[in-house]
């Protein structure tokens, strides 16, 4: 019976949102693993993230279903390098299958997903970055939705790495130092973002209750909006979703005007 009431409620928000645009660029903060585990029962801390790398598969296919282009996901921000190393072996065992699995899957590229990293991947082992780069490499000519893996992935350092990266190029084309300082421009850091290429992210969705954006898309979220749901990752359903974008799309956004 409850499995009903969903299906109702779910079609039902479908009919809410088709009449309003969607957004253009969804970014996911993918919270509450670790809760669920120990809520669930898990022992193994393994179980949980395969569970939650699972979830990815419905993600990607509620995009194509409402016209999103552009998906970014975090998975494991540079702070989680600092979590035990059984966990984050786990997490990043998981991630290797997923993207793997996702690569190689005929729907991929039937739907035309585009498959990216984003972070400091020298920060990861060998086999993580393998599995990113030919994930990338397969996927390169797709254009219908570009989904980006968040990945050893921390807001601030992504804006250290755009300025880093900016002056570097500046020097290269031998523009010098007062010169530098005095045109560059917010345009200038969003070329040299980990997501350049994309618009910056309408609608951005965390789960498991908590209410803070830790530095995700620091740069690019100054206009997004922020939606916090209660609901731990691997439970995420399509209603929750959903929701998400009518509440975004119920939003009033003047960008300051």
């Known amino acids: 019976m409850i499995g009903f009431l969903y299906w109702l409620y779910e079609i039902r928000l479908r009919r809410q949102i088709r009449a309003h645009p969607s957004p253009s660029h969804v970014g996911i903060i993918l919270d509450g693993n670790r809760r669920f585990a120990r809520r669930s029962g898990y022992t193994n801390p393994r179980a949980a993230y395969d569970l939650g790398a699972e979830k990815l598969d419905d993600v990607l296919a509620w995009c194509i279903e409402l ?92 804006i250290v790495d755009a ?33 350049v290429g994309l618009p910056d992210p309408d609608l951005i969705i965390r789960t498991s209750g908590e209410i803070r954006m830790s530095g995700f898309l620091l740069w690019q979220s100054a206009r997004s909006e922020f939606y916090f749901s209660d609901v731990d990752w691997p439970e995420f359903r399509k ?19």
């Open 67 to 158: 016209g999103i282009r552009a998906v970014t996901l975090w998975v494991f921000s540079i702070d989680n390098l600092q979590r035990p190393a059984e966990e984050v072996s786990a997490i990043l065992a998981a991630v290797e299958r997923k993207i793997s699995a996702l690569a190689d899957d005929p729907l991929i590229q039937q739907r035309c997903i585009r498959l990216k990293a984003a972070g400091r991947l020298d920060l990861l082992p060998p086999s993580t970055v393998r599995v990113l780069q030919t994930a990338a490499e397969k996927t390169a000519g797709n254009d219908v939705l570009t989904v980006t893996i968040a990945i050893a992935y921390g807001g601030r350092e992504e």
């Open 163 to 195: 300025v880093r990266s900016l002056i570097r190029h500046k020097m290269q084309q031998g523009i010098e130092l007062d010169t530098m300082l005095a045109t560059i421009s917010p345009k200038d850091i969003d070329e040299h973002l980990y997501t």
């Open 239 to 257: 209603v929750d979703f959903l929701r998400a974008v009518r509440a975004f799309q119920q939003r009033h956004r003047r960008f300051g005007k």
